[in-house]
């Protein structure tokens, strides 16, 4: 199991016998990409394709990190602006879905052909946006192949003082946990977390700024913000004993309150796994008991059904071949609200913990939800037809590869990318692609309101008012800080603009933009923070980028 081998590579960590006797050795490239992500393998493509030699240094065993990891119901909003190589991921999957053997549990024209404000696929375009775990994952090792690119998978970095080496404010190389080094002349951090940037000493933030910081209005704490159905429409109790505070709060609840109203806080948007269901009986495997099953944990998502909520199968939304990506809805769902807190900056054996903790949660709650008798009957016989797709993640129990990290470390770059930005409010300096979802950050904590209820907080959905540009600044470090570091995932962002800018689409655009911007720094011998915009722009354009609208 996937987790299994992570607990491996984990004990490595915690072995400095192991880092000591470990043979090193140097691979050498022109660009060193760190991550599996899909903006990893885009910026590996776009290197190669500039004629530069490129390594991936990947800690996953498997590439394209949430877009092959369950999130196949892409969060795209106006889907004109997005260009280039992260265009043509989607129209690799329109010529998959095309092939009559790519329908194997469903007829084509059964499928309803839902996306999100547009069809799922675009014929005109020849775009496909919907789509299953493994087709994506296919493309994306199609992609490594038709381009000879080197990936080195299951590679951790290692995190410690020595695990990286500068020389005037560059990265010569750094190591991983196998005692591997690898040395480049432009390096890439296409990470969920940002360790790579961490480790080379680039600043950062984790958490929720307050508004005053950037002049903001939806970043920091926002208690009574009810923007989406996230939150506890009905009065619930919060306490095991209905009504009484003595009896102790249930699970999954804090014991302190929410904090002031825009104030800053070091709390982020709660994570999970984006789930790929099937209910055909030919390719669905029943929801597994997990270890340590306590139904007791769920006894709030039993108070919401008491209370007449119905809304539990309004995020399973329809993927090609009778399966589903299932994400959070309701007040209490597959969102583990306040467990990850720690996560972005924490040891890789804390990690594993926080990522099994979570794996746990989650397939109770399924469990539950079809087996437990506290369950309304309705619900459980629908649920009850429901299962994990047998064909997908096959070498993890059916169960995804990627937790969905929805934030972690946000870089403090030569440009921040602030609210009234990703609004589409201002004129970024130095645009390198665009995005337009809605500033999408869900819910941080779980607490007990003054009147003595459960509440949500966090949860936010604000829509641009029109696509939106973003700047080169956003995805560079300060050059003091590192000179030939690139950061197009944890990019210099606050919480809520990052709440747009945090969907795969942009990803692989701002994956391939880094990637352009290496090899040309790398051709003029300066630093990207020098290179000549202009000459940027004309690359990106001709290669098929939006960068305006």
């Known amino acids: 199991m996937q987790l299994k081998r992570r607990a491996f590579l984990v004990s490595l960590c915690l072995s400095p016998a192991l880092l000591t006797h470990a043979q090193s050795s140097v691979r050498r490239a022109d660009v060193i990409i760190y991550g599996g992500t899909s903006a990893a393998v885009m910026a590996a493509v776009q290197v190669k394709k500039m004629g530069k030699t490129v390594l991936v240094v990947s800690p996953d065993k498997h590439l394209g990190g949430l877009s092959s990891g369950g999130l196949g119901f892409t969060d795209t909003g106006n889907k004109e602006v997005i260009g280039g ?23 084509r024209e059964a499928y309803g052909n839902k996306g999100q404000g547009t069809p799922a696929i675009d014929g005109n375009a020849r775009t496909m946006w919907i789509f299953e775990p493994h087709a994506a994952e296919q493309i994306f090792e199609d992609l490594i192949r038709e381009h000879s690119i080197t990936v080195y998978r299951e590679e951790w970095l290692d995190r410690s003082a020595k695990g990286l080496t500068k020389k005037g404010g560059a990265i010569q190389s750094f190591r991983t946990l196998s005692g591997q080094v690898y040395e480049g002349k432009r390096f890439i951090d296409a990470t969920y977390e940002g360790d790579l940037m961490a480790t080379a000493g680039v600043k950062y933030h984790v958490g929720r700024e307050a508004n005053r910081v950037y002049g903001e209005t939806w970043n920091g704490v ?20 209905p009504g009484d505070p003595k009896s102790g709060l249930l699970p999954e609840i804090a014991a302190e ?4 109203k825009g104030e800053g806080d070091s709390k982020i948007q709660a994570y999970c796994f984006r789930m790929c269901m099937s209910n055909h009986p030919d390719n669905r495997v029943p929801f597994p008991k997990p270890e340590g099953y306590d139904p007791a944990r769920y006894e709030l998502l039993g108070r919401v059904f008491d209370s007449g909520w119905r809304e539990t199968f309004q995020k399973f939304d329809p993927i090609p071949n009778r399966k589903t990506d299932t994400n959070n809805h309701g007040p209490f769902s597959s969102d583990y609200i306040g467990k990850n807190y720690d996560y972005p900056e924490a040891t890789y054996e804390r990690r594993r913990q926080i990522i099994q903790d ?3 949660y989650q397939q109770g709650l399924l469990y539950f939800m079809a087996n437990d008798p506290r369950v309304p009957e309705d619900v459980r016989q629908e ?7 047998k064909d997908e993640f096959t070498d993890n129990n059916h169960w995804p590869h990627q937790i969905y990290v929805r934030e972690a470390r946000r870089m403090l770059g030569e440009y921040v990318m602030k609210e009234a930005d990703a609004l589409g409010e201002t004129t970024v300096p130095n645009p390198i692609g665009m995005g337009s979802y809605s500033l999408d950050a869900h819910n941080a904590q779980r607490y007990v309101t003054p009147e003595g209820y459960v509440q949500n907080e966090g949860d936010i959905g604000v829509h641009p008012k029109q696509p939106y540009s973003i700047a080169y600044g956003s995805i560079l470090p300060k050059e003091k800080e590192c000179s030939n570091l690139l950061v197009p995932v944890c990019v210099s962002s606050s919480h809520i603009a990052y709440g747009s800018i945090r969907m795969e689409p942009v990803f692989m655009i701002l994956g391939e933009s880094a990637a352009t911007a290496a090899v040309l720094s790398i051709d003029k011998n300066i630093s990207p923070q020098r290179l000549p915009y202009g000459e940027l722009k004309e690359v990106l354009l001709k290669n098929g980028q939006r960068l305006t609208l």
């Open 257 to 260: 309150g929410p904090g002031q």
């Open 358 to 360: 979570h794996q746990q």
């Open 222 to 241: 926002q208690p009574n913000v009810f923007q989406h159905g996230h939150y506890f429409k009905a009065k619930v109790s919060p306490y095991k004993v």
């Open 85 to 107: 190589l992260s265009r043509q991921f989607y129209q690799r999957l329109y010529q998959h879905y095309q092939q009559d053997s790519a329908w194997k549990w469903q007829k």
């Open 383 to 389: 649920m009850s037809q429901w299962g994990l797709a």
